[in-house]
C-alpha cells in the first residue's frame, strides 16, 4: 500500500471539483452548491466492516443554505438525495483518492432507510462509506454501504452504492 493523504480540508477539497486534485479526465467532485462534503476527515484503503477501506466526511448546516427555503416551504429539511450524492461523491472519491483512472459517475444504490432529519437547527452532518469492493476492469466500480449522521444521530442508511470510473474513449 503507497502513503497517501487520510484527511482533506476543504480548500484541497474544492481541488478536486475542479479537476486538478486527480488529474484531468479522472475522479471530479461537484462544485458549490451541489458539493455536500466540507472536510474528509478520514480515508484509508483498509480497515471498515469488510476490511476493504472506509472514508469519512463533514458537512456543516447552516440555516440559509440553498435548499431549506424550497424543501419544503414552512417545514424545511435537507433533501434526502442530497445526502444519496454526499455518499455517491465520497464513494467516487475514494476511487480516485485510489488513483483509479477515469471520470466518476454514480451508478445506482440498493436499499435506502430513512430514520430521521436534518433541518437547519442541525449543525454537523456525517458521512460514512465503507467498501464492500473495488472492481478493476474495463470499467472501475466502487460498492459501498453508508450512513447519514445529524449531529451524531444516524439519519438513513444505504446499501450497495455504487459508482464507476469510465475512461475517455480514445479515437
Not at 16 to 37: E, I, V
Not at 104 to 111: F, M
Request: net charge negative; with cysteine; charged share 25%.
Amino acid at each position: 500500500m503507497t502513503s497517501r493523504k487520510s484527511s482533506f480540508t476543504y480548500e484541497e477539497i474544492l481541488t478536486c471539483s475542479h479537476g486538478q486534485m486527480f488529474g484531468p479526465g479522472n475522479a471530479q467532485l461537484p462544485l458549490p452548491p451541489m458539493l455536500m462534503l466540507h472536510r474528509i476527515t478520514e480515508i484509508s484503503e483498509t480497515g471498515g466492516p469488510n476490511d476493504k477501506g472506509f472514508a469519512r466526511a463533514e458537512f456543516d448546516i447552516t440555516p440559509d443554505l440553498w435548499f431549506f427555503p424550497c424543501h419544503f416551504e414552512g417545514d424545511p429539511v435537507m433533501p434526502g438525495c442530497l445526502g444519496l450524492d454526499a455518499l455517491w461523491q465520497l464513494t467516487g472519491f475514494y476511487l480516485g483518492w485510489l488513483g483509479e483512472p477515469g471520470k466518476g459517475r454514480a451508478l445506482s444504490t440498493g436499499e435506502v432507510k430513512f430514520t430521521g432529519q436534518i433541518t437547519p437547527q442541525t449543525k454537523l452532518v456525517e458521512f460514512g462509506i465503507d467498501f464492500k469492493r473495488v472492481m478493476r476492469g474495463r470499467l472501475v466500480l466502487g460498492t459501498a454501504d453508508g450512513w447519514v449522521k445529524a449531529d451524531g444521530e444516524e439519519v438513513f442508511k444505504a446499501t450497495d452504492l455504487r459508482v464507476g470510473l469510465f475512461k475517455e474513449k480514445t479515437a
